[in-house]
Antibody, heavy 123, light 108 residues
Framework: QVQLQESGPGLVKPSQTLSLTCTVS??????????WSWIRQHPGKGLEWIGY???????YYNPSLKSRVTISVDTSKNQFSLKLSSVTAADTAVYYC???????????????WGQGTLVTVSS | DIQLTQSPSFLSASVGDRVTITCRAS??????LAWYQQKPGKAPKLLIY???TLQSGVPSRFSGSGSGTEFTLTISSLQPEDFATYYC??????????FGQGTRLEIK
């Protein structure tokens, strides 16, 4: 059974960089076959896809966040990470990591999710 | 950008009821649509993908249909564990993945 677990600071100051890590267990990122995404949910609101990474390091970001987002992978630790720069209060949200399918549109069918971590942007 | 509009936004129903949630896309998205269920404090759960394909392990009382711009999620006989918020998600257009605003299903 694949499990994902987000970790990182729950409080970030405005203008700083939000950094989160997703640790995957029950399956190897480096075995390929899946795309690994970050998704966020503003309090009481809907869901927003942030971007994905493949084990090779290939990435694709939501154009609305692209200038501030970096997603990276560490296959030796079976982890992938999110960095979001120049944060404001509008970036306060629950951040989820999730697994997508292997190709085409299935990259965006998220069948396994972490439990989510709330990140608050405040001074 | 493609907009997804779910209706209703809020639905009150009883155990055993048949309920239908609609998701309309502002442009045609073929069958590139998924449905998720989210309970308070939990991550979303994939129910249906490709508009009508049931995800492994999801009860058969859930079904999806539609293509183009109009899609539906139907629960044939509501169970107590089905009360949750439901989201549709499109995968066909730029940006590559967006979600509807959600439909909150509550017990009458």
């Amino acid at each position: 059974q694949v499990q994902l677990q987000e970790s990182g600071p729950g409080l970030v100051k405005p203008s700083q960089t939000l950094s989160l890590t997703c640790t995957v267990s029950g399956g190897s990122i480096s075995s390929g076959g899946y795309y690994w995404s970050w998704i966020r949910q503003h309090p009481g609101k809907g869901l927003e896809w942030i971007g994905y990474i493949y084990y090779s390091g290939s990435t694709y970001y939501n154009p609305s966040l692209k200038s501030r987002v970096t997603i990276s992978v560490d296959t030796s630790k079976n982890q992938f990470s999110l960095k979001l720069s120049s944060v404001t209060a509008a970036d306060t949200a629950v951040y989820y990591c999730a697994r997508g399918g292997s190709s085409g549109y299935s990259k965006y069918y998220f069948d396994y999710w972490g439990q989510g971590t709330l990140v608050t942007v405040s001074s | 950008d493609i907009q997804l509009t779910q209706s209703p936004s809020f639905l009150s129903a009883s155990v055993g009821d048949r309920v239908t949630i609609t998701c309309r896309a502002s442009q045609g998205i073929s069958s590139y649509l998924a449905w998720y269920q989210q309970k308070p404090g939990k991550a979303p759960k994939l129910l249906i993908y490709a508009a009508s394909t049931l995800q492994s392990g999801v009860p058969s009382r859930f079904s999806g249909s539609g293509s183009g711009t109009e899609f539906t999620l139907t629960i044939s006989s509501l169970q107590p564990e089905d009360f949750a918020t439901y989201y549709c998600q499109q995968l066909n257009s730029y940006p590559p993945s967006t979600f509807g605003q959600g439909t909150r299903l509550e017990i009458k």
